[in-house]
């Protein structure tokens, strides 16, 4: 069974920076797709950051691109997104997700989810 715990949300002001966390259990993140996603309330959600099966770096929506960043650990088996820059907009929850099978895209669908974690920036 594979679990995703996201922590590390909170109130920040804008301008400020936030590190996100994602703790897995019951796999392993290779080979596999890990991806960042966030739904602020009336909005649909969003890809903001991920990491492909491979291990590189994948950029979300062009409005947090060259702000938020998603890196892993593997001996820690998490991943975070380190988010600079912080604005108002960015204020929403965010979700750490990913595929039930090896050598996908992060785009063709993701069958884990954690709950989420709170991201607030005020102005």
């Known amino acids: 069974q594979v679990q995703l715990v996201e922590s590390g949300g909170g109130l920040v002001q804008a301008g400020g920076s936030l590190r996100l966390s994602c703790a897995a259990s019951?796999?392993?993140?290779?080979?596999?797709?890990m991806g960042w996603f966030r739904q602020a309330p009336g909005k649909e959600r969003e890809f903001v950051a991920g990491i492909t099966w491979s291990g590189g770096s994948a950029n979300g929506v062009d409005s947090v691109k060259g702000r938020f960043t998603a890196s892993y650990e593997n001996a820690k088996n998490t991943v975070y997104l380190q988010m600079n820059s912080l604005k108002p907009e960015d204020t929403a929850v965010y979700y750490c997700?990913?595929?039930?099978?090896?050598?996908?895209?992060?785009?063709?669908?993701?069958?884990?989810w954690g709950k989420g974690t709170l991201v607030t920036v005020s102005s």
């Open positions: 997700a990913t595929s039930s099978r090896k050598y996908r895209g992060i785009m063709e669908g993701m069958d884990y």
């Open positions: 019951g796999r392993t993140f290779s080979n596999y797709a």
